[in-house]
T-cell receptor
């Protein structure tokens, strides 16, 4: 089954404790991206990657890091989480040609930072 | 400044009637527009899209209309069904980045 998986689905942590949210896709997509969803703001892009070892900032990259060492994986790293990073996070992937705008989303990770 | 706006946070319609969801955008350079649907505890799923060279695209019960002069996009669902109850996001951008509206919660009443 073609899918984007994220782990964990739910996470409660404390300020300053480093964490990683994993994202994996099995569709051989070149493009992967991270979004956060906050009430009244829709989905805002954090980082994206056009292919292995190619990453770039989205609209709200502060406080986040990413890496793309393999095509299928795109982890999101919070080196020192803060309460304003409490949010619902989505990973997405797509091809970079053809119907490239149609991104496939993971089920989401709800993060709470206390 | 938000480039994509959905001014109605919620909409309720009766089963069988038409649902109309609206979206406004500011950047005339966008060449592709999409609608996504999101159920609770799930990620958004692609619903329908339209190219800027068209003004209408249909897929079953779903039709998207694009009015470029007004910079306005709408999604029509006919007939509406209870299973359509979800949050709907409009989006536009490029292969590198999609910009999403804030979403409209559609509730279809039986």
């Amino acid at each position: 089954e073609a899918q984007v998986t994220q782990n964990p689905r739910y996470l409660i942590t404390v300020t300053g404790k480093k964490l990683t949210v994993t994202c994996s896709q099995n569709m051989n997509h070149e493009y992967m991206s991270w979004y956060r969803q906050d009430p009244g703001l829709g989905l805002r892009q954090i980082y994206y990657s056009m292919n292995v070892e190619v990453t770039d900032k989205g609209d709200v990259p502060e406080g986040y890091k990413v890496s793309r060492k393999e095509k299928r994986n795109f982890p999101l790293i919070l080196e020192s989480p803060s309460p304003n990073q409490t949010s619902l996070y989505f990973c997405a992937s797509s091809f970079t040609s053809g119907r490239a705008y149609e991104q496939y989303f993971g089920p989401g990770t709800r993060l709470t930072v206390t | 400044d938000q480039q994509v706006k959905q001014n109605s946070p919620s909409l309720s319609v009766q089963e069988g009637r038409i649902s109309i969801l609206n979206c406004d955008y500011t950047n005339s350079m966008f060449d592709y527009f999409l609608w996504y649907k999101k159920y609770p505890a799930e990620g958004p799923t692609f619903l329908i899209s339209i190219s800027s060279i068209k003004d209408k695209n249909e897929d079953g019960r779903f039709t998207v209309f694009l009015n470029k002069s007004a910079k306005h996009l709408s999604l029509h669902i006919v007939p509406s069904q209870p299973g359509d109850s979800a949050v709907y996001f409009c989006a536009t951008g490029s292969a590198r980045q999609l910009t999403f509206g804030s979403g409209t919660q559609l509730t279809v009443l039986p």
